[in-house]
């Protein structure tokens, strides 16, 4: 599934675990809290779990939004965008 992870994370080493934890997945990093990629259902229920062991969650959050190539092609940016062919090509040759 295409997945994008965002998160809001107020300690500098809880937010560089969670990051490490997405590169580690086969993420790909669009924003400084925000990674979108490809990820096995199997994989994405271990990201979650890793990440709730991860965070405190009376101060932080992560958002884990599924998605799909439809929904990427429909969406509109106004500003600077990430890379789109190195993540969106990468992403879509592997499963469209």
Same mark, same amino acid.
């Given at each position: 599934?295409?997945?994008? %992870?965002?998160?809001? &994370?107020?300690?500098?080493? $809880?937010?560089?675990?969670?990051?490490?934890?997405?590169?580690?997945?086969?993420?790909?990093? $669009?924003?400084?809290?925000v990674f979108l990629?490809? %990820?096995?259902?199997?994989?994405? @229920?271990?990201?979650?779990?890793?990440?709730?062991? &991860?965070?405190?969650? @009376?101060t932080d959050s %992560?958002?884990?939004?599924?998605? /799909?190539?439809?929904? &990427?092609?429909?969406?509109?940016? &106004?500003?600077?965008?990430?890379? @789109? @062919?190195? $993540?969106?090509?990468e992403i879509t /040759?592997?499963?469209?």
């Amino acid at each position: 599934m295409i997945l994008w %992870v965002i998160y809001d &994370i107020k300690e500098d080493k $809880v937010r560089t675990k969670i990051a490490k934890s997405c590169l580690n997945f086969g993420l790909y990093r $669009v924003q400084k809290s925000v990674f979108l990629g490809d %990820v096995a259902k199997s994989r994405f @229920e271990e990201l979650k779990l890793i990440s709730k062991d &991860i965070i405190n969650p @009376e101060t932080d959050s %992560v958002y884990f939004l599924p998605t /799909s190539k439809e929904f &990427i092609d429909k969406s509109y940016l &106004i500003g600077q965008s990430f890379d @789109e @062919e190195l $993540v969106l090509d990468e992403i879509t /040759s592997k499963f469209f």
